[in-house]
């Protein structure tokens, strides 16, 4: 009876490891997928911005919601520019406007040792920034360009940094 209760007990603790594992992978997907959602989506009233580790929401009763990003990734949204910006440090998902929505562009990102992070076009949104997930704690060199011109600038993505990155004026 007693060999029965141990191997119950030890199946129980796989089966809740197991379940914790998968729970953390689903809740960062819905994270992301939340925070697509409001980046790219009329949300109605909402307010949502997000900082260097959670996305806080803002919703039209006046409550205020806190959802943690996930440990590994950093969301980091960037709005190039000819001619016009604006000043931000944390990102607004659902206020922050960039000048050039629904533009195509080749954007390269490297870390420190030359690795290619991000090597691919992108397409911005109605709200002329792309939306980008990179590993946290490092520091990146990023190239942005479009139709001839180019910005070059360098990130990271340690706690507390900018979310919002309205710096990188294509010339």
């Given at each position: 009876m007693r060999k029965k209760a141990i191997i119950l007990g030890i199946a129980l603790v796989a089966a809740a490891i197991i379940f914790l594992v998968f729970n953390f992978d689903e809740e960062a997907k819905d994270i992301k997928e939340l925070i697509k959602s409001y980046s790219t989506s009329d949300m109605g009233e909402d307010s949502a911005s997000i900082t260097s580790h959670d996305l806080i929401v803002a919703k039209s009763d006046g409550s205020k919601h806190s959802y943690e990003l996930p440990k590994d990734e950093f969301f980091v949204s960037i709005a190039p520019y000819i001619n016009e910006t604006h000043p931000c440090a944390l990102h607004n998902l659902t206020g922050?406007?960039?000048?050039?929505?629904?533009?195509?562009?080749?954007?390269?990102?490297?870390?420190?040792?030359?690795?290619?992070?991000?090597?691919?076009?992108?397409?911005?949104h109605d709200n002329g920034f792309i939306d980008l997930w990179i590993p946290r704690d490092q520091t990146y060199k990023i190239s942005i360009a479009y139709k001839g011109k180019k910005a070059d600038s360098t990130i990271s993505s340690f706690k507390g940094d900018h979310t919002c990155i309205t710096t990188m004026q294509l010339s």
């Open positions: 922050c406007q960039g000048e050039m929505a629904n533009e195509k562009f080749a954007v390269y990102i490297e870390d420190e040792e030359g690795n290619a992070v991000v090597d691919e076009v992108m397409k911005s």
